[in-house]
């Protein structure tokens, strides 16, 4: 369940080309007459990945406490870069830190998104990118077990539901115990230190570390839930805040999972009637139900014979993975297209499947590492999962299960769970230097149903809500859409903030980006005609289609995009 991992990525477009100070002190949480921690310098010099040295960025490292409880004590480190405002001094507005959600996704790209926001509007702030604690290039970087994606996998879907457990949850109960062991065994320090309170606090630190008064924020997905946190514990420090496909901090984490479950169900109709309706170019059903028999048809036949390294699981996360963003659409439907009408072809199956992994398993470990220990799971698979899992599966078949064993670490996990922030946005809403919170949703987000954004803009009394009406795309403000793109670079170059509408709805209501046109493969005789309008096949390209014509496309890089991050 990736808010994000399943979670949104600068465009491919965007290509993430990027991009000392004093001694103060913080209190652990902020809180007065407690220990404080020296502010660390920032050493910064050329960044050793080119994307990011050849947009003009720098790096480094803040060293930050291991132990927010014991501040002066072991260190770690958190890798950085920093892309310059280009303004004048006198119109430079500050710090700009940016997470991509996950939690697990590497950040450190992004301070490429300077260059990104429309009308110059990004430009007069320092982009900071940072891989939170575990992530990424920060040391330590945590992986479990980098195997644990490879597949052919046990199938996700148990064959039985009958009072004893099946075979496939037995299986996979013992797979999730074993990585939450190998977790335990090799950072054995590291995994109480994991929470969300932990990276805000880290994020105060990098402020302070950079000599500002306050951050301005823009989060993606689980990003958000780390700026109201940050928002809740450090009111004074907010400037801008740019939360996009947003967290219910009522929901964190096991009822989250249940409502993306009934969410995501709801984009996959949305794709299998969109593959239906292009039927003349996919030829795998003229309807929305007979798209999908052919899905299921294909799941099972890979739940007996896999081909390869891809069975019934890989073919699941393939396609969940697609639901994430609407321009993915034509590569997955290619995926279903190419194994019904070419005798059982997996190669596009296989690169989608391939497409939703991380290099290894530091973004799983550490969704685990910081969802396992925000807050407490319910202790019992057979009292409260597996009766929860069945009934959301019975309504929601598509995710259910997958979403299940990408969670069930939690029932083993090695650290022990805390309690997480109440959060208020009150307090925020007091503070003068304050521009106040833009909040931005699709009405049929899948990993972020728009109820949550609803009620996060009922917490912030400063705050104005964009809807997306009719998109599933996730986290997708930088996505091409003017409607949103314009509001968001008025909102950052001055501090303009559409009018707060009386009652719980939406501030500004914006017409969605038309769905993808086709991919440029073209399947068997269908007598359909296409009544989206498909591109007719290009004979000079082989390779899959482009991205849509916008280089501020949400891709698999900012939140991984994985099956169940958020």
């Known amino acids: 369940m990736k808010f994000g991992n399943r979670v949104v990525a600068l465009s491919s477009a965007a290509a993430l080309t990027l991009a ?36 003009g960025a720098e790096c480094g490292f803040l060293s930050v406490p291991l132990d927010w409880d014991h501040p002066t004590g072991k260190k770690i480190e958190l890798a950085v870069s920093r892309l310059k405002a280009t303004v004048p001094a006198a119109k430079r507005q500050g710090i700009m830190l940016v997470n991509p959600g996950g939690p697990g996704g590497s950040g450190l790209g992004l301070s490429a998104l300077r260059d990104v926001i429309k009308k110059d509007a ?19 970087a945590i992986s479990c077990d980098p195997t644990i994606t490879k597949g052919p996998r046990p199938d996700y879907i148990p064959d039985t539901h009958s009072a004893a457990l099946s075979k496939e949850e037995t299986v996979w109960l013992d797979r999730s115990k074993k990585y939450a062991s190998a977790c335990g065994k090799k950072y054995p320090d590291l995994l109480a230190h994991m929470k969300t309170t932990d990276t805000v606090r880290d994020m105060d630190l990098l402020r ?103 069975g019934s699981d890989e073919w699941t996360d393939a396609f969940v993975h697609g639901m994430y963003a609407e321009f993915l659409w034509p590569d997955t439907a290619d995926a279903l297209a190419s194994y019904i009408n070419n005798k059982d072809d997996i190669s596009a199956a296989r690169v989608a499947y391939n497409n939703s992994l991380d290099a290894d398993d530091n ?15 319910p202790s019992s698979y057979e009292k409260t999962w597996r009766p929860d899992a069945f009934s959301t599966a019975a309504k929601a078949p598509f995710m259910t299960w997958s979403n299940v064993w990408y969670n069930t670490s939690c029932l083993y996990w ?4 805390g309690t997480p922030v109440t959060v208020d946005g009150t307090a925020l809403a007091k503070q003068k230097a304050s521009h106040g919170v833009l909040l931005i949703n699709a009405t049929l987000d899948g990993a972020t149903p728009y109820a949550d954004a609803l009620h996060v803009r009922s917490l912030f009394p400063t705050s104005r809500l964009i809807a997306e009406v009719g998109a599933t795309s996730h986290a997708n403000s930088l996505g091409g859409n003017p409607c949103i793109e314009d509001r968001v ?13 009386s009652g719980d709805g939406a501030d500004v209501k914006c017409k969605r980006i038309p769905l993808p046109q086709p991919g440029f493969t073209k399947y068997g005789a269908s007598a359909d005609t296409n009544p989206l309008g498909a591109t007719p096949p290009d004979p000079n390209r082989k390779d899959k289609p482009a991205p849509p014509a916008t280089d501020r496309n949400v891709v698999d890089s900012i939140i991984g995009l994985l099956p169940q991050r958020r």
């Open 20 to 55: 000392g100070l004093g001694l103060a002190t913080l209190g652990p949480g902020g809180v007065a007459g407690a220990a404080t921690a020296p502010v660390p310098t920032i050493t910064w010099t050329s960044c050793s990945q080119s994307s990011l040295s050849s947009g």
């Open 122 to 140: 990004g430009k007069s702030y320092d982009w900071i990118g940072f891989d939170p604690r575990g992530v990424g290039a920060s040391k330590p």
């Open 208 to 310: 302070q570390s950079l000599g500002e008064k306050q951050i301005n924020y823009y989060g993606f997905s689980y990003g958000t839930y780390l700026g109201e946190v940050y928002a809740t514990m450090f009111p004074g420090h907010v400037d801008h805040m740019v939360l996009d496909g947003n967290v219910d901090p009522r929901a964190v984490w096991y009822t989250s999972q249940l409502a993306q479950d009934r969410a995501f169900e709801g984009v996959a109709n949305q794709f299998f009637a969109w593959v239906a309706k292009n039927n003349g170019t996919y030829n795998v059903g003229a309807t929305t139900a007979a798209v999908r028999a052919n899905y299921n048809k294909v799941l099972k036949q890979l739940e007996t014979k896999p081909k390869g390294t891809i």
């Open 363 to 377: 973004g799983y470990a550490v969704y685990n590492a910081v969802n396992c220990t925000d807050t407490a799971w």
């Open 414 to 417: 090695p650290a022990k769970p």
């Open 489 to 501: 670079a008025a909102y950052l170059a001055n501090g303009t903030l559409p009018a707060r509408k």
